[in-house]
């Protein structure tokens, strides 16, 4: 079973910051800046070419309202949203899972693209 799964089962203790069915949102434990947040979906897919198309319509409703959450902090300037897929893209947990990481102004992150 991998580390978001035991998350998932609360086998692994996490910060949660939002939860239904279909997903859950948790603070990074290495967080890029701060308030960058996980959303993993409940089903176990490995990558975003793995999710079941129907699962993943509703998977990504749910990563824009946690986007959402995070861009409504008042410091927040708008953020950058990923997935990486596959070990070689930098996936480091074989769970499907998109990062949000807030930006604010000197937040010191370099930009990668434009």
Do not use: W
């Amino acid at each position: 079973m991998c580390v978001f799964c035991k998350i998932i089962n609360k086998e692994i203790p996490s910060t949660v910051v939002y939860e239904d069915e279909i997903a859950l949102a948790i603070l990074d434990i290495q967080p890029m800046t701060p308030g960058h947040t996980l959303v993993i979906p409940k089903q176990h897919f490995e990558t975003l070419l793995d999710c079941d198309p129907e699962y993943l319509k509703e998977f990504i409703v749910r990563v824009q309202k946690v986007t959402g959450m995070v861009a409504s902090k008042p410091d927040v300037l708008g953020t950058h949203l990923f997935v990486n897929n596959g070990e070689a893209a930098g996936q480091t947990v074989p769970h499907l899972h998109f990062h949000i990481l807030p930006r604010r102004a000197n937040d010191q992150l370099k930009e990668h693209a434009k």
